[in-house]
Structure formats: structure tokens, C-alpha cells
């Protein structure tokens, strides 16, 4: 299925999404619980040392030098190096009838992680991460015992550290894999797939394929790149929401004459329309009127390098009020103005503005017999311009929401227009808890 709506995060994005991502691990891994390390060897002339390692309690771990990067066809890779941790712990050692223990301070340098992230899509479709490999590399390792047999380090600290360089190493990629499972995977599944616009209409976001890692570049027609993340709303997503709103009979509107601001010098009344309409004044004198406006078919947006426009294409129909409040039909016109758009975000919502050109009127139908349509031009003018425009334009400030996750706030926004679908650029901000 095409998407109508495509979200592209560039190396900018991504880049911060690390940076926030990389701060998490930091205190994800200080929190490791690291086993304890046990075991026998032999030592020429001295015999058979036992040596018990307990209690080890991480300070501190830290990820100074790090980097994310696009696997095409895959998902994300994050590299870290020279990280560093510092252990302490409990010592106790056994030789032949001599017994001793005491603490010990570790320090970790030079760890190397690399993690693979594979990005996929569920059955509702919302976006899944998760880790497809992991490995952890450990340089250097060295310990200084405190004790009266501290000497005995010397003879045996290439045994402690490489039996604690591997239990480090099997525990570091154990909980970057939990770590990717409790925190990054339920942050990203809050990305909504559904948004409700109104009580009539909502935005479906839903995934239609699993995310798709390529190359660092953008596409030709996407020479913007300097943004952390993109959206492209293509004519067919703003159109289907002309669609819904039209099924749904919401594209009606009603003026009468209390809808009119008091800087507007007329009524809504036969007595107004009779100045172009002489035979209102003779059939239905001095009665109020009502005018409602439809739209025959949904309106149609076309979106292309110069901006946003569209033809819409109104009926209205005019009735007189009589005396016992019913409607009595007058005339029907038929309305198509050249009308633009001007889009903006506020609030992680696109907003949009409308301006109304030329308008062309005609005659579709009449009850009180012929007259000059083109007269009636700048009443309808006044009408549109006056009541109809800032109703719409109210409502089009409200907006409809973007596809954000949780505490995500968009910032420098960028509008483009393409041919047939709309570029916004934007900075984002995340918000931890």
C-alpha cells in the first residue's frame, strides 16, 4: 500500500535520539548485578590457593564516545568505545591453613559495544525495535587488592580479571537487551497510529510497511537535510479528509442574518436582496432569510511548487422565513472561487490558513423567476469574507495532530511544497519524565 504520510528522520535526528538514548544506558548499566567469582588454582612451591570475589558494586559507568549509524535494508547500529567502569568488592582467600580477606577496587577501560537494532512494525502498526546482535569487547582490567596478602594479586590477577572480563562482558549486552525491550520499546510504541481530528474525522498512521533504514543521503526531491526529522503529507492524505467530511454530510453551512458582524451596514433579509432581486420585495416583503451553503462533491487540494490551492465548488441555496418559521426555497446558486492555502505547525499540529480569490457565480435554479446573477457578486463577496472565511479559518487553527512519540516537542519548522505532496522540516526536543 502507498503511504500517504511518510516520516523520515535524518543523521541529525537520529544523532540526538543517541544522545538521549546513550544517557539512559549510562544508568541502565551502573545498575548491573554482576555474580559472584569463585574458584581454585595452583601456585608453584605455594599449592593450591582458593579464592572467593563477592559484593561487586559498580560506581560508576560511562559512555563518553559513541555513535549511531544507518545499516541499509537492516536498521541502526550503535557503536560505543573507550568506555570505563569502576567495581569495588570483597576479596576472601584460602592457602593450605592461612586465611585472609579484605576490599578491592576495579577499574574497567577501553569496553567496545557494538549493538544492532532491527526495526519492524506490528499488526496494529505501530513501529518495534529490537536488538538482532550485540557484543562487548573488554581491553583492560586491573585490580588493587587491600589486605595483608595483597601481594597475592601479583600472582594471580590475570585469573580474577579474565574470569571477571567475561562475566562483564555477557552482562553488559543482557542489559542493553532489556534495557532496548523495558525502556526503548514501549517509548517508541506511543507513537499513535490513530489521532482523532473532531468528532467526524480522524488520521490513520498506522505503519503499512516495517521502517526502512537507507543510506544517509536524501532522495533528490528532499534536498532539505538539515533538519532532524521530515514529514511528507501527500495530496491524497489531505483529500481523503475532504472525503470523510463530505460522507459525512459535515460540509454544510448555514447563515442567517444574527451571524452577521455589526460592522457589516445590511441584514440578511428580502429587503437587502430586493436591490438585486426585484420581485423579493412584491412575493415575500420584509422577511428574514437564510442562506446554506454545500458542497456537491468533497474539495479537491492540489499541492505543487507555488503552494497549496483549490476549486471548490458550492451550492446555495436561498430561502425567505415566512411568519410561522418555515422555509420557502428563492434561488439556488452555484459558486467556484480560486482559493489558497497557507500551512504552518503549531503545537506538533499542521495548521492552515485560507484565502479566498475570484469568485464565479450562476444560476442553477430559481423560484421568484430570472435575474443578473453578476449582480449579486459582491454581497456574496461580503459573505465570505465576513462570516464563512474566519469560521473556516478557526477551524483549520485548531489543526490536526503530527505522528509524535511521548514528551517530543518540534521546533526551527521547515514548509516546502512539492509536486503533489507537502515537505515539513523540523528540530525536535524531547522532554524526559
Not at 355 to 363: F, H, I, P, T
Not at 412 to 423: G, K, Y
Request: charged content about 20%; hydrophobic content about 40%.
Amino acid at each position: 500500500t502507498d503511504p500517504g504520510f511518510v516520516v523520515r528522520i535524518t543523521q541529525a535526528g537520529l544523532d540526538y535520539a543517541h544522545q538521549q538514548g546513550i544517557a539512559v544506558l549510562e544508568k541502565e548499566l551502573v545498575q548491573l548485578k554482576l555474580p559472584d567469582i569463585s574458584g581454585d588454582f595452583h601456585i608453584r612451591r605455594v599449592g593450591k590457593v582458593h579464592y572467593e570475589i563477592s559484593r561487586l558494586d559498580l560506581r560508576s559507568f560511562h559512555l563518553p564516545y559513541s555513535r549511531i549509524s544507518l545499516v541499509p535494508k537492516v536498521g541502526l547500529q550503535v557503536s560505543i568505545s573507550n568506555a570505563f567502569t569502576e567495581v569495588d568488592g570483597n576479596w576472601r582467600v584460602k592457602i593450605h591453613f592461612i586465611r585472609d580477606h579484605g576490599s578491592f577496587d576495579l577499574k574497567v577501560e577501553n569496553i567496545y559495544i557494538k549493538i544492532n537494532l532491527k526495526l519492524g512494525s506490528d499488526a496494529s502498526g505501530k513501529p518495534t525495535i529490537d536488538t538482532s546482535d550485540c557484543s562487548t569487547h573488554i581491553s583492560q582490567v586491573r585490580v588493587r587488592f587491600s589486605g595483608k596478602f595483597g601481594w597475592l594479586y601479583n600472582l594471580f590477577h590475570s585469573v580474577i580479571e579474565s574470569r571477571f572480563r567475561k562475566a562483564l562482558e555477557s552482562k553488559v549486552c543482557e542489559k542493553v537487551g532489556s534495557s532496548v525491550h523495558s525502556e526503548l520499546q514501549p517509548y517508541i510504541q506511543t507513537l499513535p497510529v490513530t489521532a482523532r481530528i473532531d468528532a467526524i474525522a480522524g488520521i490513520d498512521y498506522s505503519l503499512v510497511a516495517p521502517p526502512t533504514a537507507t543510506a544517509q543521503s536524501l532522495d533528490v526531491d528532499l534536498k532539505d537535510h538539515d533538519r532532524m526529522v521530515y514529514f511528507g503529507a501527500s495530496s491524497y492524505f489531505f483529500n481523503t479528509a475532504g472525503f470523510v467530511y463530505h460522507a459525512a454530510g459535515a460540509l454544510v453551512f448555514e447563515i442567517t442574518d444574527s451571524m452577521i458582524p455589526k460592522s457589516v451596514d445590511f441584514h440578511l433579509n428580502t429587503s437587502t436582496f430586493s436591490a438585486f432581486v426585484p420581485q423579493l420585495e412584491e412575493m415575500y416583503p420584509d422577511m428574514l432569510m437564510k442562506l446554506r451553503l454545500s458542497a456537491p462533491s468533497a474539495p479537491f487540494l492540489n499541492i505543487g511548487p507555488e503552494g497549496l490551492s483549490l476549486k471548490p465548488v458550492v451550492d446555495i441555496q436561498a430561502y425567505a422565513i415566512l411568519p410561522n418559521s418555515s422555509l420557502a426555497p428563492l434561488f439556488l446558486l452555484g459558486l467556484v472561487s480560486n482559493v489558497s492555502a497557507v500551512i504552518n505547525v503549531k503545537s506538533s499540529h499542521v495548521v492552515g490558513n485560507l484565502k479566498v480569490g475570484r469568485m464565479k457565480l450562476s444560476l442553477k435554479h430559481s423560484d421568484v423567476g430570472t435575474f443578473q446573477v453578476r449582480t449579486l457578486q459582491s454581497i456574496m463577496n461580503i459573505f465570505a469574507s465576513s462570516i464563512l472565511l474566519p469560521r473556516l479559518n478557526a477551524r483549520l487553527e485548531e489543526g490536526f495532530p503530527l505522528p509524535l512519540p511521548d514528551r517530543i516537542q518540534l521546533s526551527n519548522i521547515l514548509v516546502r511544497f512539492h509536486q503533489n505532496f507537502l515537505l515539513l522540516g523540523a528540530d525536535v526536543h524531547y522532554q524526559p519524565r
